[in-house]
């Protein structure tokens, strides 16, 4: 008997799951922050303002000016009282809820923002490095006006040469244009 509570007693293994006869009520993790923020983005209306002093004022009316039977909170507004501080305890943690569930959001879009931002500098740093190289080697790029200057030295070299080797190949006397053939 000591062996089989000493085996179920372990703290190292999990229990075995239960079939229960009445199984626990399921709901979406995200169901009841996002009824928080429904209810928080409600109460920051003006409808709301304008339905609850609505409420109130018949509330007031209705208990001061009804016959006595049909008055259900005398003047002190005891019962009035008590429902909008029930309606307050509750208002409060699920605007809380609210905020913190927004500043989640606002914690996740930060750091995409930081990322993004990250990632746009390491671009731009590297497109100046680019751009830079591109500038040094663009100087040692021949220019088309260093071209054509280079390209009129060439032809005036080819025009002297040209003008040298005429003197110098000029036939003289009436030899004629023609070789000799014999």
Same mark, same amino acid.
């Given at each position: ?10 703290? %190292? &293994?999990?229990?075995? /799951?239960?079939? #229960?006869?009445?199984?626990? =009520?399921?709901?979406?993790? %995200? ?9 928080? $983005? ?8 304008? +339905?609850? &002093?609505?409420?109130?004022?018949? +509330? ?6 009804? #016959?006595? &039977?049909?008055?259900? %909170?005398?003047? =002190? ?6 429902? /909008? ?7 409060? =943690?699920?605007?809380? /809820? ?24 390491? %671009?731009?740093?590297?497109?100046? @490095?680019?751009?830079?190289?591109? @500038?040094?080697? /663009?100087?040692?790029?021949?220019? $088309? ?6 390209? @009129? ?13 005429? !003197?110098?190949?000029? #036939? ?9 053939? !014999?």
């Amino acid at each position: 008997m000591a062996e089989a509570r000493g085996a179920r007693a372990r703290l %190292d &293994t999990p229990r075995e /799951l239960r079939n #229960p006869l009445v199984k626990r =009520p399921t709901f979406r993790a %995200d169901a009841f922050g996002s009824f928080a923020e429904a209810f928080a $983005r409600y109460m920051g209306t003006a409808r709301f303002i304008a +339905w609850m &002093t609505l409420v109130v004022v018949v +509330w007031v009316g209705w208990n001061t000016i009804a #016959p006595l &039977t049909w008055r259900f %909170d005398e003047f =002190p507004f005891i019962f009035l009282t008590l429902a /909008l501080s029930l309606q307050a305890s509750y208002a409060a =943690p699920l605007i809380l /809820l609210a905020q913190n569930r927004q500043e989640d959001r606002d914690r996740v879009i930060a750091e995409q923002d930081r990322r993004i931002a990250s990632q746009s500098k390491a %671009d731009m740093e590297f497109l100046a @490095r680019e751009t830079a190289s591109l @500038r040094m080697a /663009l100087g040692e790029v021949a220019t $088309r006006d260093y071209l054509r200057s280079e390209l @009129r030295l060439l032809l005036e070299e080819l025009d002297e040469r040209d003008r040298h080797r005429g !003197s110098i190949d000029q #036939p003289s006397g009436d030899a004629g244009d023609f070789p000799r053939t !014999s």
